[in-house]
């Protein structure tokens, strides 16, 4: 009896002692325009045109936190952006409070092997609006709105995803630590305009090549 009673009064210190080096990391993400802030349903000018983002979602999972003395620790969550819900904007990570970040990485979209043993609560909750069918998988992020000139104004819409190997549109992303308590990560979305421009594809809705291709102008979003 003694001996259960040590055993768990060593367990009940080691949580505290646990618990007591334990902080959090904040991660911020900011999507912009030429370094402005986008909003959803504003009207935002890029030269002779205007680019209006009504829908902007985006999965990130996969955290990968490293330290500055090498070691690294491993974040399993998932988390859904929206932009028009501002809460969704910060992410907060557990992390050690004695060892400093070095910097931390992340996956845009869902690796297949979350997409599999999904539970499909939570932010993969179908009722977010993410997820095609079991046979396609989830949508690792869309956007929605309109861009064009006063007179020609065209309407986009980009959901890109699903589990098909040969169409990876997932890709990881490193920050480095800014110093702050606040790690942010603007996405610029120019690299849209660029898309937008240069493409004939107003609606991407399927797993094909046109998403994969589309999927290398968003990465450079978060560059």
């Not at 768990?8 to 334990?22: I, N």
């Not at 609606?203 to 450079?220: A, E, H, R, W």
Request: glycine letters at 4%; charged letters at 25%; proline letters at 2%.
């Amino acid at each position: 009896m003694k001996k259960l009673l040590y055993l768990f009064s060593m367990l009940l210190l080691s949580s505290h002692v646990y618990s007591a080096t334990r902080d959090s990391l904040k991660i911020k993400f900011n999507p912009l325009l030429n370094g402005e802030k986008i909003t959803d349903n504003a009207k935002h000018h890029s030269k002779d045109k205007t680019l209006m983002v009504k829908t902007f979602k985006f999965y990130v999972s996969n955290f990968i936190i490293n330290y500055e003395d090498s070691s690294s620790e491993i974040i399993d969550k998932v988390f859904l952006y929206d932009i028009t819900k501002k809460e969704s904007g910060m992410v907060q990570l557990p992390k050690s409070s004695i060892k400093k970040v070095k910097s931390v990485l992340f996956t845009i979209g869902l690796d297949s092997l979350t997409t599999k043993n999904s539970n499909m609560e939570n932010e993969l909750d179908p009722i977010h609006g993410m997820f095609w069918s079991w046979r396609t998988g989830y949508i690792n992020y869309k956007i929605e709105g309109s861009y064009g000139s006063s007179k020609n104004k065209q309407p986009f819409v980009y959901h890109i995803g699903g589990n098909a190997p040969e169409y990876d549109t997932t890709f990881r992303v490193k920050k480095i630590d800014q110093g702050t308590a606040l790690l942010t990560v603007d996405i610029e979305l120019k690299s849209i305009l660029e898309f937008l421009n240069q493409s004939r594809k107003k609606t991407i809705m399927s797993i094909n090549n046109d998403s994969l291709y589309f999927s290398q102008f968003f990465k450079k979003c978060f560059q």
